[in-house]
């Protein structure tokens, strides 16, 4: 009779935590040159998953935010709702030329 090849070992058990007793907490802050009410939007699949299983706060960065010689996208526009474009830092380079911000950073 042929042998059998060896079981591959189990894998380990990780215990599952406890429920908190309350709502999930989740902190929204969205990227440069972006707002509250855009994250909103882009977040709602998770918004939607999560239901009343959780609790949202957005932020706002604190830095104005300004397009690199351009408008924002009109799309952009209507998802900020007529709020301001905003970042949460900001990033200087030793290049004073013309070139595109972007193309200064990287």
Do not use: C
């Amino acid at each position: 009779q042929e042998a059998r090849p060896a079981k591959p070992p189990a894998p380990p058990v990780v215990p599952v935590p406890a429920p908190l007793g309350r709502k999930i907490r989740v902190l929204g802050l969205h990227g440069g040159g972006s707002n509250s009410n855009i994250l909103k939007y882009q977040v709602t699949p998770l918004k939607r998953i999560l239901g009343e299983e959780a609790e949202w706060d957005f932020l706002n960065g604190g830095r104005d935010w300004k397009f690199d010689g351009h408008e924002p996208p009109e799309i952009m526009k209507t998802l900020a709702s007529g709020l301001p474009f905003y970042g949460w830092y900001g990033v200087q380079t030793g290049d004073s030329s013309d070139r595109p911000y972007r193309e200064k950073l990287f």
